[in-house]
């Protein structure tokens, strides 16, 4: 029923003719994206996540203000959502002998998809923009995979989209988030709100999500680019990541993306590993996803992550993590299956680690033994092992 994962890997090393050089693209297939600056030893790194109409990927070289343009280090498309091309590039400068404060970065071009759907806005010229403050040391203010989040939004009666940014600071900053309207997007979409603390997306309302009809221009080649929305992720240093995306309205059970369940799980740290089932269900039937269904191989992580890394075994959907060395605290880890028309999902499993059985939040919700698999099934009847708390993602169409 599943077909098989549909990936395109480009790789490149630019030595320097593309420093300074921003490439510019004179054509509507732009959907959105984010970029996410580091520094470390003095070198600025930006990850650049861009969304694409089909086939249309094109780099946008960041430019830093009081420093200058940066050089792309690499590039991978990734094609295997049928609704649109992701395309993520990394970027960096010397920064080192920058005044200190906050750096600006911003790249952009023309332009934005044709109008269609909601027609909130405009085709014409875009931006992305980020900061980060720079005072002589490194900095891990943000991390965000803009990739991961589900656009998706059902105009079906009752199901109001809602769903989260994952944003974490690596350097343990505040986080806040905002929805300021990016370059030449009109307006938000009716209903929608971005919660100030949490970074929780939501759309509430029937009447609000009707509004989000298909975008059928260009024959057909902008399905899913159906509503705008942009917004920002401010830590409490001064530095930002805007984000910039689309949502797809839909309204059958037939073109609805899968559903990959979230879960949260409270462990101690190593000895034994961590063992979690992913799961996932397919609206067009309500099954659920499982072998030999289409999942990810690769795993998203979030930040912190030094040591023995999580495997992923697709055909099984059982991660394990063996946590041996790892310092307590919050770690995110993503996995992504696509049903059978190449619509994809993201689950989230956030692990809490604690040194101690007494330390929160293992106080209140004790961790199952190491090396318990943990189904994700049981999960969702409510019936897993004592230690688990869960939730689960309320995802609408992209």
């Known amino acids: 029923m599943k077909k098989p994962l549909m990936k395109t890997l480009i790789c490149a090393a630019i030595a320097t003719s593309l420093g300074s ?5 004179e054509a509507s297939h732009f959907r959105g994206g984010a970029m996410v600056p580091t520094i470390q030893n003095g070198i600025l790194t930006v990850v650049q996540t861009t969304f694409w109409r089909k086939n249309t990927s ?25 609704r649109y091309d ?3 590039n990394v970027y960096t400068v010397d920064v080192s002998n920058a005044a200190q404060g906050v750096l600006n970065i911003t ?33 891990a203010p943000i991390t965000f995979d803009f990739g991961t989040i589900q656009p998706e939004v059902s105009r079906l009666a009752g199901n109001d989209y809602a769903q989260g940014l994952n944003a974490t600071s690596p350097d343990a900053l505040a986080l806040s988030y905002n929805q300021a309207l990016n370059l030449n997007i009109n307006s938000q979409v009716p209903g929608f ?36 929305f942009s917004g920002n992720i401010i830590a409490s240093d001064g530095s930002f990541v805007e984000f910039d995306w689309m949502f797809d309205g839909v309204d059958a059970a037939s073109n609805q993306a899968p559903m990959v369940d979230d879960a949260v799980i409270n462990a ?33 992580l979030g930040a912190g992550f030094i040591n023995a890394l999580p495997t992923f075994d697709p055909n099984t959907q059982m991660l394990s993590w063996d946590t041996t060395g790892y310092a307590a605290g919050q770690y995110l880890i993503q996995a992504r299956a696509f049903d059978s ?7 989230l499993l956030t692990v809490n680690l604690c040194n101690s059985p007494n330390d929160p939040p ?21 019936l897993g092992l004592a230690g688990l708390g869960w939730r689960r993602n309320r995802k609408e169409q992209d």
């Not at 909130?120 to 900095?139: K, M, Q, R, V, Y």
């Open 107 to 139: 790249a952009g071009s023309c332009c934005r998809v044709a109008v269609g759907g909601l027609g909130n806005w405009s085709e014409s010229s875009w931006d992305l923009n980020s900061a980060i403050a720079w005072d002589g040391t490194n900095a």
């Open 341 to 347: 028309n190449n619509v994809g999902d993201f689950g």
């Open 58 to 82: 094109e780099a946008n070289t960041p430019t830093v203000t009081g420093v200058g343009g940066m050089t792309l280090q690499s590039t991978v498309t990734d094609i295997s959502d049928s």
């Open 268 to 300: 101690l740290v190593g000895p034994g590993p961590i063992l979690h089932t992913f799961t996932a269900t397919d609206p067009e039937d309500g099954a659920l996803l499982g072998p030999p269904g289409s999942w990810d191989p690769i795993l998203v």
């Open 21 to 25: 050089v921003a490439i510019t693209a």
């Open 193 to 228: 709100t971005v919660n100030t603390t949490t970074g929780q997306m939501t759309i509430i309302g029937d009447a609000n999500r009707a509004l989000i009809t298909d975008n059928t221009t260009l024959g057909g080649q902008n399905v899913g680019a159906d509503a705008a």
């Open 362 to 382: 293992c106080a209140s919700t004790p961790p199952p033994p190491p090396g318990i698999p943990v189904p994700g099934t049981l999960l969702l009847m409510g």
């Open 86 to 88: 992701r395309r993520t």
